[in-house]
C-alpha cells in the first residue's frame, strides 16, 4: 500500500494544492499597479529600497513563526539554491525596474514574458523535468497573447533597456529553476536574500544618482506595505505553491500577473484597457487555464 507523494492520489491533490498557491500568489503579486498609482513622487527605485525593508521584514517574521523562531537555522537548511535563486530574483526585480527606464514599459513586459521559456529550459537541463507538450503550446500561446497586449509598443530600440530586460528574465527563470532545485526544503529564505540584494542595489543607485531615499510619508507607508502584502504575500504563496508545479508550468502560472494587474488599475482608478489588451490578456489566460486542465487530467490518468 502506498503513501506520501508515491501515492497518485495524494500526488494529485498536492499538485492541485499548488496550482492554487501559485495562482493566488500571482494575485497578490498583481496588485503592483495599484500600488504604483498610489505613489506621490518616489522615484522607482526609491520604491524598490522600502518595498525590500517590507519584503524582508515580513518574510523574517513568517520564516520565525514557520521554524519556531530557528531562523539561522531554516537559512542554512535552504542551501545554495537559496543564494542562487536570491541572486536571480533580485536581477529580475532591478531588471524590470531598468528595462523601464530605458525602454518603453511594453517591451520590458514582452521580453519579461520570455521567462516561462527559459525556465522550462532551465528546468530540462539542470533538474531534468521534462516538459510535457501541452506546456510547450501554453507558453507560445501566453507569449502571443503578451505580444498582442504590448505589441503595438514594441520597438526594440535602446539596447541598455533590452538587455537589463533580458536580464530580468533570465532572472525569473533562475528563482524558478532555484525554487524547484531546493523544493524539498523550506525555501522562504531565498525572498530574503533576494531582498537584500535588492536593498543594495537600490540604495547604491539612490545615493549615486543624488535622490537619496528620503520619500514623503505616503509613499513610505504604500511602499512598505507593498513589500509585505503585495510581493511579500506573493512569494509566500509562489514558495509553497512551487514545491509540487514543474519549473515550466510554475513560470507559466506567475503570468497571470501581467493579465490581472490592468483590472485592477481599472475597477480602482477607471484606467481603461485598449481593444488588443483585452484580447491579449484572454489568450494568456486561456493558455494558462489549458495547461493547469491537462495536467490536472494527466495526473488523474496516472491515479
Not at 492541485?16 to 500568489?25: H, P, S
Not at 537548511?77 to 536571480?88: E, F, I, K, R, T
Amino acid at each position: 500500500m502506498t503513501n506520501g507523494i508515491s501515492d497518485p492520489t495524494n500526488a494529485l491533490a498536492i499538485y492541485r494544492r499548488g496550482i492554487f498557491l501559485v495562482l493566488l500568489g500571482s494575485l497578490c503579486s498583481s496588485w503592483i499597479g495599484l500600488g504604483v498609482r498610489m505613489m506621490e513622487s518616489a522615484t522607482a527605485w526609491q520604491l524598490l529600497v522600502y518595498r525590500s525593508i517590507g519584503l524582508v521584514v515580513f518574510l523574517l517574521v513568517v520564516i520565525s513563526l514557520r521554524n519556531r523562531g530557528r531562523i539561522s537555522q531554516a537559512f542554512r537548511d535552504a542551501g545554495p539554491a537559496s543564494w542562487v535563486g536570491g541572486l536571480g530574483l533580485a536581477a529580475a526585480f532591478s531588471g524590470g525596474i531598468v528595462a523601464m527606464d530605458y525602454t518603453s514599459v511594453a517591451n520590458a513586459m514582452f521580453l519579461l514574458a520570455g521567462a516561462p521559456f527559459l525556465a522550462a529550459i532551465m528546468g530540462m537541463v539542470v533538474l531534468k523535468e521534462p516538459v510535457r507538450p501541452a506546456t510547450w503550446i501554453a507558453i507560445a500561446s501566453a507569449m502571443a497573447g503578451i505580444f498582442i497586449m504590448v505589441g503595438a509598443g514594441v520597438s526594440f530600440g535602446s539596447i541598455w533597456g533590452n538587455l537589463a530586460g533580458l536580464c530580468g528574465a533570465v532572472g525569473l527563470a533562475v528563482f524558478i529553476t532555484a525554487l524547484r532545485w531546493g523544493h524539498m526544503s523550506d525555501m522562504l529564505p531565498l525572498n530574503v536574500i533576494a531582498g537584500l540584494f535588492g536593498l543594495a542595489l537600490a540604495c547604491a543607485v539612490c545615493f549615486l544618482s543624488g535622490d537619496g531615499i528620503a520619500v514623503s510619508a505616503n509613499d513610505l507607508f504604500v511602499a512598505l506595505s507593498m513589500g509585505a502584502f503585495q510581493l511579500g504575500l506573493a512569494l509566500v504563496f509562489i514558495t509553497l505553491g512551487s514545491r509540487s508545479v514543474p519549473a515550466a508550468e510554475l513560470s507559466l502560472l506567475t503570468m497571470a500577473e501581467i493579465v490581472l494587474a490592468p483590472l485592477w488599475v481599472f475597477l480602482v482608478f477607471g484606467e481603461t484597457a485598449g481593444t488588443l489588451t483585452l484580447i491579449g490578456g484572454g489568450l494568456v489566460l486561456c493558455a494558462i487555464a489549458g495547461d493547469a486542465l491537462t495536467g490536472l487530467r494527466e495526473r488523474r490518468r496516472a491515479r
